[in-house]
């Protein structure tokens, strides 16, 4: 059984920056971040697999970078030039063995 709990959203004006993270709990070959905007459906955002390799949705591909401590079995995003609509619930879960979804964390881009 895989755990994911997530943390660390928040409030920040437009082209700042704000790290989420993703505590994990069990083993995981691949660890996804999603987000669900305001009236909007659920949506990938990027991947990262055991192994490093880091994949990435086309609107926030250069901007968000994807990361793993798997000594502490912690997954990170961290997020730059925030935009208003990058403004969401933002969710972890294993990518290849979906988990039942967390409660997320809010990000709020807004001036």
């Known amino acids: 059984q895989v755990g994911l709990v997530e943390s660390g959203g928040g409030w920040v004006q437009p082209g700042g920056s704000l790290r989420v993270a993703c505590a994990v709990s069990g083993s995981t070959f691949s660890v996804g971040w999603y987000r669900q905007p305001p009236g909007l459906q659920r949506e990938w955002v990027a991947s990262?697999?055991?192994?490093?390799?880091?994949f990435y949705a086309d609107s926030v591909k250069g901007r968000f970078t994807i990361s793993r401590d798997n000594a502490k079995n912690m997954v990170y995003l961290q997020m730059s030039s925030l935009k208003p609509e990058d403004t969401a619930v933002y969710f972890c879960n294993d990518v290849y063995n979906p988990q039942p979804w967390g409660q997320g964390t809010r990000v709020t881009v807004s001036s």
């Open positions: 990262i697999q055991s192994y490093g390799g880091a």
